[in-house]
């Protein structure tokens, strides 16, 4: 057992529900129209997962920060994770897509990678899903925070087919570098945006600033934005951003 989880344990659930907080105070002042569907636009997917120990609907207040047209036909999509223990907090169970072995999250910290590929299948069957319902692959975007943003990572880059991008905040590689042999070719076209505070004391800066070298390994390219003073949280600036990145990317929009 690492030394990490000798100490005492990590409440976890406190710590996504502190990112949740500043979603909800700022979309107070940040709500968004009514706004009716245009048959004419084109339709566009967003997928959102949430971090270890929160929930899909407490992150809805993550779309009132998209005021563009260029959204107007997107479906938002929060969905929460299955309760399973968590080892890195003895055991206990909360939500969580994935087991995660040690907190603070570290650039070598070790790696679960079978129960993350049982996370990407449910994943994958919600992108399937939506294509089925009509939406252009371009038009589907992952994006995650934390444990979500690890799991958005490893889902887009084992999609047997490129999609519109894959955003990831706060997050982490969560699987080895032998992996990447089975990334399909047009996985690895699909862009990456990685967000990461350098005061991150959960997910520690060192773990995200890996991630390009990763990525970079695999064929794949990565937009990496560093955060100084942020800590294991999301600010209005990365969502402001990340609504520019989709919709620069977005076919069929005007």
């Known amino acids: 057992m690492p030394t990490a989880l000798l100490r005492k ?10 990112s949740t907080i500043v979603f909800i105070m700022f979309s107070h002042c940040f709500q968004s129209p009514s706004r009716k569907l245009d048959s004419t636009a084109s339709r566009s997917f967003v997928l959102w997962l949430h971090g270890l120990g929160d929930s899909g609907p407490a992150n809805e207040p993550i779309k009132t920060f998209f005021t563009s047209s260029a959204f107007r036909n997107t479906k938002w999509s929060f969905p929460s994770a299955p309760s399973n ?29 079978s129960d993350v590929l049982k996370a990407v299948q449910n994943v994958h069957a919600m992108i399937d899903k939506e294509i089925a319902a009509g939406t252009d692959l371009n038009n589907v975007f992952v994006c995650g925070f934390s444990q979500g943003g690890a799991l958005t990572l490893a889902s887009v880059l084992l999609y047997p087919k490129r999609l519109g991008g894959g955003a990831v905040f706060s997050g982490w590689v969560p699987f080895n570098s032998s992996l990447i042999e089975k990334f399909p070719p047009d996985a690895k076209k ?8 350098k005061a991150d004391r ?8 890996a991630g390009p070298p990763f990525l970079e390994q695999a064929g794949v390219s990565c937009e990496f934005k560093v955060y100084p003073g942020l800590g294991h949280s999301i600010t209005k600036e990365e969502l ?3 609504e520019s990145w989709i919709k620069t990317r977005l ?4």
């Open 85 to 113: 223990p968590v080892t890195c907090n003895y055991g206990t169970v909360m939500p969580s897509w994935f087991d995660i072995h040690e907190i603070p999250v570290k650039a070598d910290s070790p790696k679960d990678e």
């Open 9 to 18: 344990p990590i409440v976890l659930p406190a710590v996504a529900l502190g």
């Open 240 to 242: 402001k951003y990340l």
């Open 190 to 197: 699909t862009p990456i945006l990685w967000s990461h505070g």
């Open 202 to 209: 959960t997910v520690l800066f060192e773990a995200g600033q």
């Open 251 to 254: 076919q069929g929009s005007s």
